[in-house]
């Protein structure tokens, strides 16, 4: 996988501002809408590294906006209208990104030495949450290397670390994957120097961990123990799943995950439509990300009319945009003026409407079996029941007897 390390340049001591398409763009030669001034094309979950704007807004897709000049992962230099952008106020989740080459773009966009990360997942000698310190980039097998706050009696590789890296800290170093690791997304980034100081102090003997179980799978990234086609070596879990005699269970295991012979719903707008006025809502983090940035707080609780409706983020809620801010909302943290209640997607008591299977939030879709005969019938909603542990809207409905709950999210208005 190659790509451009280092490309944030200038910004390596400042925290580099990086965004993420939210929609298919061509990168612009100039800031102007034209097919003629066109230096190529990006995709959703492409990221940009921010090198300057214009100060004056236009009105573009929809919405207020600026535009924004930008650098590639690739060091092309282009223009973008921010309405086709993403931004965060701390740091992308892995999440956030369809394939793992973006992400890997991201990462070496937005991170610089010393800036703190935080693993996704377990990994031999690294354990789920632990936290580590970005040291440096290479190209090939286990790219990045992290020094980690645990003594992991490591004897890495010195191929692949700066030349003035400390030597106490070698014993911290390990290196791992992409979908390893998240930035934390902190301000400053902490000085190599500084930790080799204070890390074999606070850690001087080895804990002696090693991962286990399998805790976190990820769509993109199949880690080599679990693979189908993992047979080199001759180890491995045979053709599936039942061979493997480690512990799912347990804070940080699976407890029933997911089923994948389980068809999801599909996530409706219910009845917020364009020319709907709202009732802004913090998004809440779930499903890898927030999708939130601090600017946006200042809007929360304020009325706005629907502009468009612009489909699902990188977390897969659907989204609107509104007159008097440049920024997408999620249906599900709204209010619909004059119906239902926030979060409700503007049911109320009395509609009519056809009733969908859940979504996995957060790896929890709150479902049982038998309500699948359900799914595609129409009913009446008898009551609004307020949030479950995933913070989606329930009702009860009249053609069960009010025995389940039913998510609002994937409800959607009878014709």
């Known amino acids: 996988m190659a ?21 298919d763009s061509p990168l612009y030669t100039s800031a102007v809408i034209s097919e003629s001034k066109t230096g190529g094309q990006l995709v959703a979950g492409d990221a940009v590294l921010v090198v300057g704007s214009q100060d004056r807004k236009i009105v573009l897709d929809g919405v207020p906006t600026l535009w924004y000049q930008v650098k590639t992962s690739e060091g092309i230099t282009g223009w973008l209208p921010g309405s086709r952008m993403a931004f965060s106020p701390s740091a992308f989740k892995r999440s956030a990104f369809p394939t793992q080459y973006q992400y890997a773009a991201y ?32 190209d090939g097998g286990l790219p990045v290397a992290v020094v980690w706050e645990r003594n992991l009696a490591a ?3 010195e191929e692949f670390l700066p030349a003035d890296f400390p030597p106490a800290l070698k014993p911290f170093v390990y290196y791992v994957e992409w979908p390893i690791v998240e930035l934390a997304g902190e301000k400053d980034p902490a000085s190599l120097a500084a930790l080799a100081k204070t890390l074999p102090a606070a850690f001087p003997s080895e804990d002696g961990f090693y ?14 123990e679990v693979s189908y086609s993992y047979a080199d070596s001759g180890e491995g879990y045979g053709d599936d799943y039942d061979d493997y005699e480690g512990d799912y269970s347990g804070e940080d295991g699976y407890e029933g995950g997911i089923d994948e012979d389980y068809v999801e719903g599909v996530e409706s707008y219910g009845f917020v439509k364009v020319g709907s006025t709202v009732i802004l809502g913090k998004h809440d983090d779930v499903n890898g990300g927030a999708n939130w940035a601090d600017e946006m707080d200042s809007y929360v609780g304020k009325e706005a009319v ?46 009519r409407v056809i009733i969908g299977a859940h979504r996995y939030i957060d790896q929890d879709n709150n479902w049982a079996d038998t309500m699948r005969e359900y ?33 609002v999210e994937t409800l959607s208005p009878a014709e």
């Open 3 to 23: 790509l451009l390390a280092g490309a944030a340049g200038a910004w390596a001591q400042a925290k580099p501002t990086v965004a993420v398409l939210s929609m």
């Open 375 to 407: 799914v595609g019938q129409a009913a009446t909603i008898t009551s609004l029941e307020g949030t479950d542990g995933s913070n989606c809207y329930l009702v009860h409905v009249d053609i069960d007897d009010g025995d389940w709950y039913w998510r």
């Open 107 to 138: 990462f070496l966009l937005a991170a610089r030495p010393g800036d703190k990360v935080v693993a996704a997942r377990s990994y031999e000698k690294i354990a789920k949450g632990d936290v580590g310190y970005y040291v440096s980039y290479h």
């Open 306 to 351: 629907v502009t468009s409706l612009p489909g699902a983020d990188a977390q897969g809620f659907l989204m609107v945009r509104v007159k008097g801010n440049g920024y997408a909302w999620r249906v599900r943290n709204l209010a619909l003026k004059g119906r239902g209640e926030a979060g409700s997607y503007g049911f109320e008591v009395g509609d």
């Open 211 to 224: 991962a286990g179980a399998i805790d976190e799978d990820f769509p993109w990234y199949t880690p080599p």
């Open 155 to 157: 004897t890495p590789s």
